[in-house]
């Protein structure tokens, strides 16, 4: 049995030059990116919010003033009521 060769038979690849693309992260109305940060304490219904273990996380969060309220950043003075353990919202 012959033994196998290996030859290079592709001599013109230019190695990859890396490139910064700036991203532009877009959050919705009342909020902000943030590289690390965390919704514990605010959110709505953050004082039944047991399981918040303030792990840094990236994303968009609320401004200041406001809280979020399912997937919105709202004034924290339009947030609903508890009601033995259960959030529920204006309305």
Sequence with gaps: MAPWQITAWKTDLVPLQPISVPLRIEC??????ELCGTDCGHTCASSIDAA??????????????????????????????QYDGFYFNVG
């Excluded at 919705?28 to 990116?33: L, Q, R, T, V």
């Excluded at 303030?54 to 009521?81: A, L, M, T, Y």
């Design 28 to 33: 919705p109305a009342n909020s902000h990116y």
């Design 52 to 81: 918040c273990d303030h792990v840094c996380s990236e994303g968009c969060f609320c401004d200041e003033g406001f809280s979020r309220s399912g997937s919105s950043c709202v004034p924290v003075e339009s947030c609903g009521c």
